[in-house]
């Protein structure tokens, strides 16, 4: 979705806005998105704002699928020189990251510009330690899921 | 409605022309003055199907709407029904009638606010800002505090004339008082933006309340600010004023130092 600064109020704009952002996220290969909604930054969206922006996201998607194959970008123009830029920004910051670890990077606002420290934040009343009995259903199904995806469990070695 | 041939600009309306607006009986317009059109759009909490549609027509002849035509209906699945209606409405408002109260302080931009702040104090204000209770949407405390501000106006953050703290976002009403307090702060900004169920009413008048009761509300301003709040909304809830969307910076600044002047005058600004 796109920042929700650009959201005006005005919720059919914001639909068209969320529309456009799709057809770019979609037609650049990322099919994974957090969907924006019309009344987002209004209130919580309701019912059949998130059923429109699920219809309008699947319809996107299935229309521009292709789309990024058949589209080239002017070498040197705009669109590739940001594209440069923003991934060489990425892969310096990745780098930090590996060098100093991500929640110092988090602490330092690296991200975004928004500082979250380690000691900071909301919530933590509301997080438990996995209890002798803990047992997700959706655990054994989605890691299923990756290892058919993927050829190997993506997660191995990784512990929460 | 019958619809005059088309005028030259400057013209005189024919008198059988397009009928002109009464402004004490104003109904929505669609394409013709008076027609009264108006769409709407909700869900029902029933199955789709012609029953789900006729319920939508007949909410609507409840809300005292004519000629309910549904032009979309759809299955929301787990029988909920969204539908999008078209309606005439045979009301009309006053216009004429009508008194919005407004803040009322001056249309300064940053130079002005700066100036005036230097007739009248020897200190910078003092601001503590946040987006509060469960909100974490600081979109529009930050349009309005940072530096970069919104829309090509500076935030207050950039004024000469204020030293501002900006809390952040999901800040307990309890914690902005203590960081007020700490700060001596002058000014409290209390942002607003993703709301449900009224929850941003309550939680302002809270942190009133709870001023009140810690007796710092009298020598404060407090202001709020959001796309679901107004200068009447801000004003019934006990604040001092209240800014919808579209604001930009200078506003509040014009607001918050003409009003520390009028605090200072009745010896209730700290020095």
Redesign the interface.
Known sequence: MP???HM??NTIRGHVQDALFDLVGIATGQGIQLLGMMT?????P???DR?LALEAARMIFAGGRDLGSEIGFRPGGLIQTRAAETLARATELLAEIAASGLMPTLAAGRFGDIARRIDGG?GLEGVFARGEDYWDPTEAPLTAALVRLNGFDPRAGWTP | MKQGPLRRLGEAAPADGPRQVDLTRVRPYGDTLDDGQIML???LPVPFGDEAREAGRELCRAMGLEQPQVYHA?D?GEG?T?LVLYAHCPHAVDYTAISVPRVTSRQLDREGVEDLWRQHFERRLRLVGACTGDDA?T?GID?ILNVKG?AGEKGLEAYRCFEVRNLGA?VPNEQLLAEARAFAADAILVSQ????KDVHRLNLAALVDLAEAEGLREGTLFICGG??LDHETALELGFDAGFG?GTLAPAVAAFVVEEAIHLKARGRLPA
């Open positions: 920042p929700t600064k005006t109020g987002e930054a209004m209130h919580t309701h019912l059949h059923a909301k | 759009s909700f869900s759809s929301l909920f969204w949407h979109v349009a919104y999901q933006v993703v709301t449900q796309p679901r969307p």
